[in-house]
């Protein structure tokens, strides 16, 4: 019975992983979430009757903590595949390039303060609460979920001035899942730095797009096509996570560390 945790698994990517993974009734599966009420509410509407709820802020050392030792409880103590993927994330800021933030000092000071708290802090301390779980298990795998944002090719070769404090989080991200990698290699635990694609979370299809959401999108396509010239766009979670569970099922101790894309190489989109 393999046993999967998702770290921030409310709405997004992080919920098609647990509607995904419970297609297979042998999994067992821990979403979590900053607020249990809603996503328990939908987990039961879906009938996932294979995914357990537990809540946790990745802000909150003391939180994770007490969600691995639900965890534990759940799966008689072992965790085979640590999957963290929330983020602080702010779409206002998306348009943002290094030179808009001349005057507004304060403003980036806090939003790079909640990106790295957030998206690099707190997947330190998810990784160090479920780590006792992970260790017990035979698989021993554990994904963070990046972003190519934070590649440095990327942002030169497609132009991509904007996204700063959010890029640079995930940049650093990749740092620390490549320290992680070193560290416990001896101890045979895999780690990985997954990119998810660009994938449309932000309304549940393409019909369901707003005007400004079709645009925002139309922007990065845009500058994805300098490096990618037949991308289409986004694509919906389903499609991501399944390419993203192929990429999991593939990493192994001798390529832990590694900063992969849901295709499993450097190509983005
Ligand atoms: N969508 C894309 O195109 C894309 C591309 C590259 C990388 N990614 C990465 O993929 C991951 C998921 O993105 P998404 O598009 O699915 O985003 P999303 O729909 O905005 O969902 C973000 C998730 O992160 C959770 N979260 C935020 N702050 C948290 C915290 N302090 N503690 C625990 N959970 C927290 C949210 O929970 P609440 O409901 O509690 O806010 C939510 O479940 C992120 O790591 C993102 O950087 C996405």
Redesign the pocket.
Known sequence: MPSYVI????????YQFLKTLSRDPSNIIIGT???VGPIQAKVTADKLTNVHIIE????SPSSLHAAAGQTSKITGGAADYLIV?????NDHLAAFKPYDFLGKEEYFMEQLDRSMH?NVA?VLFAINAFLPLVKKSIVKKVIV?????GDIDTILEAGVDVSVPYSMS?AAVNILVAKYAVSFKNEGISFLSL?????L?QVESYEAMTPELIAQYDFLKQLFRNIAPDFKG?MLPEESVEKQLKVINNLSIENTGAYLSHKGTKEWV
């Open positions: 770290i921030g698994a409310s709405r997004g990517i992080g979430a900053r607020n946790a802020d990745l802000d993927n929330g983020a602080y994330l957030t707190g979920i990046s972003s190519a944002m995930k990119c998810p694609g660009m994938v979370t986004p």
